[in-house]
């Protein structure tokens, strides 16, 4: 019987201290700043053992999403231009906006439902993200899909 496999995404700060380890471990090796996993595990902190553990498990989420559809949900100000500027830091990191829904603005808040393809020039899409929350006028920016 095939086992399911569940993917989540997590921000940073809820990840375990092993797995980020586990990551920069990986990215070490990846641009040749280490040249033996026993290397990279010294230098990130950690034992060979666990990067042979979880190396399978985690991946910075830029590194999985290329090729693929983001969607999320954000809750912001009815303010003029605000909008706009979600849209141009989407360009900005040359994603590709799919769907795009504002509902009504309730007590002056609408909510904001976008899917963006992310192509093989988009920029990194923490990055993006990040910066579409630090906006002033974003209240929640929550990723509620990647296919």
Same mark, same amino acid.
């Given at each position: 019987?095939? &086992?399911?496999? $569940?993917?989540?995404?997590? !921000?940073? *700060?809820?990840?375990?201290?092993?797995?980020? !380890?586990?990551?920069?471990? @990986? /990215?070490?090796?990846?641009?040749? !700043?280490?040249?033996?996993?026993?290397?990279?595990?010294?230098?990130?902190?950690?034992? /060979?053992?666990?990067?042979? @553990?979880? *190396?399978?498990?985690?991946?910075?989420?830029?590194? $999985?999403? /290329?090729?693929? =559809?983001?969607?999320?949900?954000?809750?912001?100000?009815?303010?003029?231009?605000?909008?706009?500027? &979600?849209?141009?830091?989407?360009?900005?990191?040359?994603?590709? &906006?799919? =769907?795009?829904?504002?509902?009504?603005?309730?007590?002056? &808040?609408?909510?904001? %439902?976008? %899917?963006?393809?992310?192509?093989?020039?988009?920029?990194?899409?923490?990055?993006?993200?990040?910066?579409? #929350?630090? *906006?002033?006028?974003?209240?929640?920016? @929550?990723?509620?899909? /990647? #296919?």
């Amino acid at each position: 019987m095939a &086992v399911k496999t $569940n993917y989540f995404v997590l !921000k940073e *700060k809820a990840i375990p201290e092993v797995l980020l !380890k586990v990551v920069e471990a @990986k /990215r070490l090796i990846d641009t040749g !700043k280490a040249v033996s996993v026993q290397e990279a595990a010294d230098a990130a902190g950690i034992s /060979r053992s666990s990067f042979y @553990k979880y *190396k399978d498990d985690i991946f910075p989420f830029h590194d $999985n999403s /290329r090729g693929m =559809t983001v969607t999320m949900i954000i809750q912001m100000d009815d303010e003029p231009g605000l909008l706009s500027e &979600v849209l141009k830091s989407v360009a900005d990191y040359h994603a590709n &906006v799919l =769907t795009i829904h504002q509902s009504i603005p309730v007590n002056g &808040v609408a909510s904001l %439902s976008i %899917s963006v393809d992310v192509l093989p020039d988009t920029g990194d899409i923490s990055e993006m993200v990040e910066e579409i #929350e630090e *906006k002033a006028g974003i209240h929640y920016l @929550k990723i509620l899909a /990647r #296919e």
